[in-house]
Every structure is written in C-alpha cells, then in structure tokens.
C-alpha cells in the first residue's frame, strides 16, 4: 500500500451559531447581578429611563446610596449624562423595584423627592451578603 497523504478541506464547515447569542445574553445578565448584585425586574421597564439607569450603575456605580426612612428599600443614584440623574430602587432580598428620574431629570428634582422618603445610608447592602 502506499503513503496515505491527509490534505486539508478549503472549504469551511457551517456550524450554527444560534446558541452564541443566548448564552452572551446569560453572560451579561449574570455579570449585572454580581456587580451590584441587583436582580433586574420587568418593572422597572415601564420607565423609559430604566435601562440608562441600570447602564449608569452597570459602568459607574452608585453615586450615592439611600435608604427609606420606613421601608426596607434601598436607593441607588446615579449620574445618567451632565444633566439627567436616575435612582433604581432595590429591595432587602436584592431584587429591582424599580428604576426612574425624578421630574425634569435634574440631580436637585430628585434629591428634593428623596429627601422626603429616605436618608443616606453606609454600610453594606443587605443582599451582598
């Protein structure tokens, strides 16, 4: 018998890829929970400012936390753009109320709401434990 020689294929096999897209949505929503440690909500989503307040806090932070003066939520702020300010409320357990601007979007329209209902708050957050 003579040599047997392997000669790669030029041409490129087709694989489907349809799962690459769920399991980067999965990856993403599992980092947004462990960051904060947030478990987004519906909700939320009835606020057309909710996603670029969940973005804000996703790529900066809380600004600043708050916590109701008789509720177990917890309030976190954030700078959405130079004008636009936006909270997301977040329960005891870690899971999203909901998120919003208050009146014209500006920091003082929502610290003059969130003055009425809550105070700052240090400390851990009761679901990062």
Not at 20 to 43: E, N, R, S
Not at 86 to 94: E, F, I, L, P
Not at 96 to 111: H, N, V, W
Request: glycine fraction near 8%; charge should be positive; charged fraction near 20%.
């Amino acid at each position: 018998m003579g040599a047997t020689t392997w000669e790669p294929s030029l041409t490129k096999s087709k694989r489907s890829n349809h799962g690459g897209g769920l399991i980067l949505v999965l990856i993403m929503a599992l980092i947004m929970i462990f960051a904060l440690g947030v478990v987004t909500t519906d909700h939320a989503l009835k606020h057309d400012e909710a996603q670029s307040i969940r973005d804000c806090l996703e790529r900066n932070g809380p600004y600043m936390v708050m916590k109701h003066t008789h509720d177990s939520t917890w309030y976190l702020l954030c700078q959405i753009d130079k004008t636009h300010w936006g909270v997301q409320a977040v329960s005891k357990d870690g899971f999203e109320k909901t998120a919003f601007s208050k009146g014209d979007g500006s920091y003082r329209a929502l610290m003059e709401y969130m003055n009425r209902i809550a105070t700052s708050f240090k400390g851990t957050l009761p679901w990062m434990h």
